[in-house]
Each structure stands twice: as C-alpha cells, then as structure tokens.
C-alpha cells in the first residue's frame, strides 16, 4: 500500500478469542431450551450480532419465540458471557497483537476499533488495552451489522482518515465484506478458505509487521 493512515482491529477473534466463551453462554442457553448446540454451529456466530446469533441459534433449535422473550434469553446469555469475560486478563490478549499495535505506534499509524460487540469496553478494560485506541466503534455506536462497512467508516471518520489508507483486520467473512464494502484494504486473520475476499490472509499476529502490508 502506498500510504498507510490508520490499521482498523476487530475486536473478537482478531485481538482475542471470546469465541470460546460465546459458545458456552450460547449452549448453556441452547441446552435449557432442550437441543445441543455444537462448536461447528458456534463459527455461524463469528462477527454475527446479539441478537442474529440468537435467532441462529433458534433456528437451529427449530423454536419460535415471540420478541419480548427473544430479548430476555439475549440478556441471559450475556449475564452469562459476561461472568467469563470479566475474569479475562491482559494474557488472553493474542500473541503478536501487542507487538504489531506498537509498531505502528512508533511508526505514527492511527490505531482503532470496529467491533459488532456491545461488550467491547469492557473486554478492552479487562485486556488493558484501551489505551491503545485512538478511535473506538463497537455494536453501541452502529445502527448496520457487517458486511454493512458503518463500523469502520465510522472509525475513518473518527481518526479523520480517508478509508483508502485504511487497513482493517478481521477473522469473520462478514467483517472482510464490510472492509471491502468501505473501500478499505483488509488483512484477514484465520483461514484462507472462510477470508478469501481479503487482500491476504495470516494465521495470526506472530511475526506479523507492517512489511506485509505490501499489497
Ligand atoms: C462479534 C462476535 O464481535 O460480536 C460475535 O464475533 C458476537 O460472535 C458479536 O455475537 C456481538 O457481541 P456482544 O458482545 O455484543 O454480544
Ligand atoms: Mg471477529
């Protein structure tokens, strides 16, 4: 890339893996409503909001519910989720991570958040991280779920960057949609099968450094 203004981070499965305790506080749920919910069905959830896993989840179940109910098990489930996330330490930050944020830090690149989390300060507070940020988006500010680009059009705005020197990094394929869907660059994390649209895709962050962002 010719000029690099501003490097966009998920949140979930890109700076952390909350996946894990997403999947025990949905199953839990999917477990008292009397069906299984296996860890395959839990990717479908990846970069997916609270309410869409819900009615995911549901589906999977084959039940119906009405609204008011449907709220009440989304509230549960994060009660639940939550118990887990507030025991969370700055060692579950994902090796590399830290590493690649000082980098470009040093190197006088905008740092931000674009996350479908409503729970993302807190996660951020648990990690220490917070700090770190220059702009923070999360599912509290945007009114359009990814592939929709709001999150990270909102964060361009917020560094005052144009999006074309915007690069995002995401683990869900909705999340590379909405990069793409802003005219951004985008570094998928995870596997190339699942991340395909984006401009390269790596495992991780080990190793990771602003010489790959080459494209
Ligand atoms: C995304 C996760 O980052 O946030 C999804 O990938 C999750 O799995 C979504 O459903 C919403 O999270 P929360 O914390 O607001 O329930
Ligand atoms: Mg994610």
């Known amino acids: 890339m010719e000029k690099i203004s501003a490097c966009i981070f ?8 909350t996946a894990k305790y997403h999947y025990i506080a949905w199953k839990s749920l999917a477990n008292e409503l ?6 395959e069905d ?7 909001s609270r309410m869409t896993s819900l009615e995911i989840l549901l589906g999977i179940g084959e039940v119906e ?6 709220l009440k098990l989304a509230e549960k489930k994060n009660k639940n989720y939550l118990e887990y996330i507030l025991k969370m330490t700055p ?3 994902l090796p590399g991570v830290k590493e690649f944020m000082n980098e470009l830090r040093s190197k006088g690149v905008k740092i931000a958040l674009g996350s479908a989390s409503k729970n993302a300060m807190t996660i951020l507070n648990q990690l220490e991280l917070t700090n770190y940020f220059d702009a923070i988006v999360d ?6 779920a990814k592939p929709d680009p709001e999150v990270f059009l909102k964060g361009a705005k917020l560094l005052k960057v144009d999006p074309i020197d915007c690069v995002v990094f995401e683990d869900a394929e909705a999340g590379v949609e909405a990069a793409i869907n802003g005219n951004m ?14 401009n390269i895709v790596v495992p991780g962050f080990v190793g990771f450094s602003m010489a ?3 494209f």
């Open 10 to 17: 998920d949140l979930d499965g890109v700076v952390v893996d």
């Open 34 to 39: 009397g069906f299984d919910f296996t860890e």
């Open 42 to 48: 839990n990717e479908r959830l990846k970069g997916v």
């Open 65 to 70: 519910l009405d609204e008011a109910t449907k």
């Open 91 to 93: 060692d579950e930050i």
């Open 139 to 144: 599912g509290t500010h945007v009114s359009n």
């Open 185 to 198: 660059k985008c570094v998928g994390i995870g596997s190339p099968e699942v991340l395909g649209k984006a």
């Open 212 to 214: 790959q962002l080459n």
